[in-house]
């Protein structure tokens, strides 16, 4: 079958298609409309978003904390999100070498970690604390030109398990230290984004908990990514 890759498929539409085992991964869907044959999807006429949305709350009570405006509850997410790392850590410890293992052309476990060094030092250390200073170089961002290997950033480097969690763990601490002295205040001003085309390029203009909550969204979703490919290579 046909693989489309960065196709604009704006207006696209699908008649009398059979899409069973489809995979859209990395796209942009607002305004779709399904309808048809649709199975763990339920529209057909009914906007399937806010319940998918409850019960992922319900499943992940610190997406709610996520969304919170109260530094309070924003310390308790980067706690709980820690904890949740840390267990899958160890978890991947027990497996030594699985780390470096990817399924479904997904990152592996140890490049979904290095993304989020890029995160944190992307999203709130420039775009929280506006800082210039370069990126860790192990960190793995954008695929886009010019970011890809710009402002510090060195994807030839093969750091092992133990030097990723290490500046993981570090990159944590320096967040709950600045959650513990954050104010509501200064959490709804606006992100003091240095004026450079580094990036993001567009978080300027957003807030500083707009920014915030992309790391812990950042978090909180590679988290999940990265034990669903776990269990599915130990299956």
Same mark, same amino acid.
């Given at each position: 079958m046909k693989r489309y890759v960065d196709e604009d498929l704006h207006g696209a539409e699908f008649r009398e298609c059979d899409l069973t085992g489809a #995979?859209?991964?990395?796209?942009?869907?607002?305004?779709?409309?399904?309808?048809?044959?649709? /199975?763990?999807? =339920? =529209? !057909?006429?009914?906007?399937?978003?806010?319940?998918?949305?409850?019960?992922?709350?319900?499943?992940?009570?610190?997406?709610?904390?996520?969304? /919170?405006?109260?530094?309070?509850?924003?310390?308790?997410?980067?706690?709980?999100?820690?904890?949740?790392?840390? %267990?899958t850590v160890e978890r991947i410890r027990r497996t030594p070498g699985v780390e470096g293992r990817s399924v !479904?052309?997904?990152?592996? %476990?140890?490049?979904?970690?290095?993304?989020?060094?890029?995160?944190?030092?992307?999203?709130? #250390?420039?775009?929280?604390?506006?800082?210039?200073?370069?990126?860790?170089?192990?960190?793995?961002?954008?695929?886009?030109?010019?970011? #890809?290997?710009?402002?510090?950033?060195?994807?030839?480097?093969?750091?092992?398990?133990?030097?990723?969690?290490?500046v993981r763990d570090a990159q944590a601490a320096e967040l709950e230290a600045w959650l513990d002295e954050v104010t509501a205040a200064q959490l709804a001003a606006p992100a003091p984004v240095p004026e450079d085309d580094v990036w993001p390029p567009y978080a300027r203009g957003r807030s500083v908990r707009q920014c915030l909550r992309t790391v812990l969204n950042e978090t909180f979703e590679h988290h999940g990514f990265c034990v669903r490919d776990l269990d599915l290579i130990e299956a």
């Open positions: #995979r859209l991964i990395g796209v942009v869907m607002q305004d779709a409309v399904i309808d048809g044959l649709v /199975s763990h999807l =339920v =529209v !057909n006429g009914v906007e399937v978003g806010e319940y998918v949305e409850a019960e992922l709350d319900r499943r992940h009570p610190v997406r709610v904390l996520i969304r /919170s405006e109260d530094p309070a509850d924003l310390r308790e997410a980067a706690r709980q999100l820690r904890e949740g790392w840390a %267990a !479904n052309d997904e990152w592996s %476990a140890a490049q979904t970690m290095r993304h989020l060094v890029f995160v944190h030092d992307s999203w709130f #250390r420039r775009c929280c604390l506006g800082s210039t200073e370069l990126f860790t170089p192990m960190g793995i961002g954008p695929d886009a030109e010019p970011y #890809r290997e710009a402002h510090g950033l060195d994807r030839s480097l093969d750091p092992s398990l133990d030097e990723i969690v290490r």
